[in-house]
Each structure stands twice: as C-alpha cells, then as structure tokens.
C-alpha cells in the first residue's frame, strides 16, 4: 500500500498551511479552498482522509459532505469535520451522521489522534 493522501479543505489559508504542515508526514496532502473546488478535486482523486471546515463559501462543509455521500456512500468512514463553530446544527449534523469533529483552535493531540483512526 501506498503513502495515503488526505483533502484539506478550508477557506483561511493559513489553517491549510497549519494542517499541512502537522500532516505532511503522515500523507500526501492535497488543498481546497472551498467546497466547490474540494468536489471537483474527490471526483478526480482518491483522498484516504477529507478534513473540512464548515463555514466556506460557494460549499459549505455540511453540504460538502452530503454531495460527496451520493458518489460514495463509505465517505462517512474518512470525514472528518475541522470548525470553530459549532452550533446546535453542527453538533446534530455530526452526531446524527457519526462523524468526527475537530474544533478550532486545533490541539494537535487531538488532530493526531483522528488522524491514527483514519489512516492505515
């Protein structure tokens, strides 16, 4: 098996720096600045890992994610939501579809941790 490859997805440039730079050694990283542009980018690759802000423009990452469902039903096991809002909406979205959540400010130890669970 190869090196995984894992779809950042997030509006604020230096958030995908961030993450870049914590996960470049686990994976091959690919950037999104947008839902839009994070579904074009699955429909040509294949990602081992998705980390998606919520709040975007264009796509959000709710909506991301249910767009990504209907091409690939197995999305639910490599998504991974990355916000600093998490509101009553956020909160039922991700418990209702099992999802794993990672608030901003990223603790890295807790980024680490989803990412082991995910990745081989």
């Not at 958030?15 to 870049?20: Q, S, V």
């Not at 980018?41 to 469902?69: A, C, R, T, W």
């Not at 990355?82 to 603790?107: A, M, W």
Request: some cysteine.
């Amino acid at each position: 098996m190869g090196v995984p490859s894992i779809l950042i997805v997030d509006d604020e440039e230096c958030i995908r720096d961030f993450l870049c730079l914590a996960l470049c050694e686990k994976a091959n990283i690919t950037e999104a600045s947008d839902g839009v542009e994070a579904f074009d980018k699955v429909q040509q690759n294949h990602f081992d890992l998705i980390i998606s802000d919520i709040q975007m423009p264009h796509l959000n990452g709710l909506d991301l994610y249910e767009k990504l469902l209907t091409i690939d039903p197995q999305v639910m096991e490599k998504f991974v939501f990355c916000t600093g809002y998490v509101t009553d909406t956020v909160h039922s979205f991700v418990s209702e579809n099992q999802l794993r959540l990672c608030k901003k400010p990223i603790e890295l130890q807790t980024l680490n941790s989803i990412v082991s669970e995910i990745l081989p």
